[in-house]
């Protein structure tokens, strides 16, 4: 089935479910154990993207000025590149958006042929 043009009520939750699936991969979905440095230092890293993990990013906190970090805050690609990993969470989620779609219309097709 090959949507060609669809209604408003259909192009408003697709909006709401494509906001949700963007938080999905922006938000941190889940926090690595934080790790103890130091009495005074804690590494904290976290995962992002869904439904498979693309990014994990770690931060150090502390409050000794003695110790010292080595390297920046950043990204880490933990699988694969980064496009691979966006065309892997991309795909379920254009398939539920396509999903959704098709049976929103259907439903209110069939509620247009029934009157």
Same mark, same amino acid.
């Given at each position: 089935?090959?949507? @060609?043009?669809?209604?408003? !009520?259909?192009?408003?939750?697709?909006?709401?479910?494509?906001?949700?699936?963007?938080?999905?991969? #922006?938000?941190?979905?889940?926090?690595?154990? +934080?790790?103890? #440095? !130091?009495?005074?230092?804690?590494?904290? +890293?976290?995962?992002? /993207?869904?439904?498979?993990?693309?990014?994990? @990013?770690?931060?150090?906190?502390?409050?000794?000025?003695?110790?010292?970090?080595?390297?920046?805050?950043?990204?880490?690609?933990?699988?694969?590149?980064?496009?691979?990993?966006?065309?892997?969470? /991309?795909?379920?989620?254009?398939?539920?958006?396509?999903?959704?779609?098709?049976?929103?219309? !259907?439903?209110?097709? !069939?509620?247009?042929?029934?009157?």
């Amino acid at each position: 089935m090959i949507l @060609r043009q669809i209604h408003l !009520s259909t192009a408003v939750v697709l909006m709401f479910v494509a906001g949700g699936m963007i938080w999905q991969n #922006v938000v941190p979905r889940q926090t690595r154990s +934080t790790t103890h #440095v !130091s009495a005074k230092a804690t590494l904290h +890293t976290y995962i992002y /993207g869904w439904p498979i993990f693309t990014i994990s @990013r770690w931060s150090l906190e502390t409050s000794d000025p003695e110790i010292k970090v080595t390297g920046n805050s950043g990204a880490i690609a933990e699988q694969g590149s980064f496009v691979q990993m966006a065309v892997i969470n /991309g795909i379920p989620c254009l398939l539920i958006l396509y999903l959704i779609a098709a049976i929103l219309e !259907s439903m209110i097709n !069939s509620k247009q042929i029934r009157k």
